[in-house]
């Protein structure tokens, strides 16, 4: 059964702290993304990756970094938290077929609180 | 930049209905995606169109694409309550290079039992 997996379904920071999200896949998949999704604004994508040690910002990379060492995992710095991160993020993989996206694979996501 | 945008916002029913929501977007597109979310959850691949395909069926769902229009439909029949979720149109543009799926903001469906 393939699988995407976050680090945490909850958690809470303070304001300040450095934060520091995981997400690992099994399927051996080129692209990783990462997306905030807050209630009224839908899904959107913070940086996303297709190919090891390759990043590509998204709609809202502001505040955000990202690290991808290994193929399969995908890791989501908040560099200094602030209370306007705290949110569900989303991580999700897909394979690059043909030069199009395909089907996203997601995690089950990580729900964020900043205090 | 939301490129799909679903119609309605939000959907009850009953339980046995059946339910249509609508994705409406601006650019050519590649291929057309249905995603579902349960609450809290991640979301989960529910079914594809590509841009030269007008149906597809999937189970109890089907979906319609209407490039003309820019707008697909995804039917759910004989609806239960667990079909009680969110549910995300996502688009692939066309010539996008690595621009990956871009997704609406989702409908809300409720079945009532």
């Known amino acids: 059964d393939v699988k995407v997996t976050q680090s945490s379904r909850y958690l809470v920071k303070r304001t300040g702290e450095k934060v520091f999200l995981e997400c690992v896949q099994d399927m051996d998949h080129e692209n990783m993304f990462w997306y905030r999704q807050d209630p009224g604004l839908g899904l959107r994508l913070i940086y996303f990756s297709y190919d090891v040690k390759m990043k590509e910002k998204g709609d809202i990379p502001e505040g955000y970094s990202v690290s991808r060492e290994k193929k399969e995992r995908f890791s989501l710095i908040l560099e200094s938290a602030s209370t306007n991160q705290t949110s569900m993020y989303l991580c999700?993989?897909?394979?690059?077929?043909?030069?199009?996206?395909?089907?996203?694979?997601f995690g089950p996501g990580t729900r964020l609180t900043v205090l | 930049s939301q490129q799909g945008e679903e119609d309605p916002q939000a959907l009850s029913i009953q339980e046995g209905e059946n339910a249509t929501m609508n994705c409406s977007y601006k650019?050519?597109?590649?291929?057309l995606q249905w995603y579902r979310q349960n609450s809290g959850r991640g979301l989960v691949h529910l079914i594809l169109i590509r841009s030269n395909e007008r149906e597809k069926h999937s189970g109890r769902l089907r979906v319609t694409l209407d490039t003309s229009k820019k707008s697909s439909s995804l039917l759910i029949t004989a609806s239960r309550a667990a079909d009680t979720a969110s549910y995300f149109c996502a688009t692939v543009l066309r010539n996008s290079g690595n621009t990956p799926l871009v997704f609406g903001k989702g409908t809300r469906l409720s079945v009532i039992a």
């Open positions: 650019t050519s597109i590649n291929n």
């Open positions: 999700a993989s897909s394979r690059l077929a043909g030069g199009s996206y395909n089907e996203q694979f």
